[in-house]
């Protein structure tokens, strides 16, 4: 039998009790190291977590296996049931001090026990959500960096976003939008931040990633954003070095 997972190196641990958070499994889609390609970790190593089933379903979504026909999803066929110790387990296999926690729509599981036992552990954690579900007080704190991708109208559906004011309490975070048509996308973004007085310099425009001619959709979007707005662009660095793979 396996020991502990073992506490990554110069990491500090977090004091706080675990034994005051209720235990939880998880509904997880798949655990897999590989380099963050997205938002303001882009370029880091990290291990992913990706929890089972979404909220929404946006038509450029390039992670689908974790939601299509979610409603007869099987456990052991379309997720492994996991508790917090198993998945800490898995994690401390792979040589990384970065935890990604995503889906799918990870908020729509109880993440606190989780979270907290990362920290407990030393793992720096982020949650990429697509800031439809308010988290607990809680685990706002917790978490090292939000990384939250509103969803406009070019996800295929219309849908009424609040505040966002919980972002004001959290360590650090990010808003990452997915732009297809920049011209009119771009308007309604810059719209979405002037309703909540969103600071420019928290905003990554991404290319739609589903795009067969990825580095055109790239160009498109620098060409129009460097005539226009003060927002920064970024690609999927993980979709250029190797499209549409899975568990990368
Ligand atoms: S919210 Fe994320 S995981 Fe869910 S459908 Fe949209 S892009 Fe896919």
């Not at 370029?43 to 977590?49: C, K, Y």
């Not at 969803?151 to 650090?172: C, H, M, P, R």
């Amino acid at each position: 039998m396996r020991g502990p997972p073992p506490v990554p190196q110069n990491k500090p641990r977090s004091g706080r009790k675990l034994e005051a958070i209720k235990e939880q499994s998880y509904r997880v889609c798949e655990i897999f190291k590989s380099i963050q390609g997205e938002g303001d970790v882009i370029g880091r190593p990290s291990i992913f977590v990706r929890m089972y089933g979404c909220n929404l379903t946006c038509t450029w979504c390039d992670t689908k296996y974790s939601w299509v026909g979610q409603e007869k999803a099987k456990e052991g066929i379309d997720y492994a049931r996991m508790a917090s110790r198993q998945i800490l387990q898995e994690i401390s296999e792979f040589d990384a001090l970065l935890v990604t926690i995503t889906g799918g729509e990870p908020l729509l599981q109880p993440l606190e026990h989780l979270v907290q036992s990362l920290a407990n552990e030393g793992y720096e954690v982020l949650i990429e959500t697509n800031g439809t579900v308010k988290p607990s007080t809680g685990l706002q704190k917790l978490v090292s960096t939000w990384s939250v991708s509103p969803k406009t109208s070019n996800a295929g559906f219309s849908i009424k976003y609040g505040g966002l004011e919980w972002l004001q309490n959290v360590k650090d975070y990010y808003l990452k939008f997915v732009v297809v048509n920049p011209k009119k996308d771009i308007k309604e973004i810059l719209a979405f931040m002037q309703e909540r007085n969103i600071d420019p310099s928290k905003v990554i425009l991404q290319p739609d990633g589903t795009r067969e001619d990825y580095v055109n959709a790239v160009k498109e979007l620098m060409d129009f954003a460097k005539e226009g707005p003060q927002l920064r662009v970024l690609p999927q660095l993980h979709r250029l070095a190797w499209g549409h793979m899975r568990a990368v």
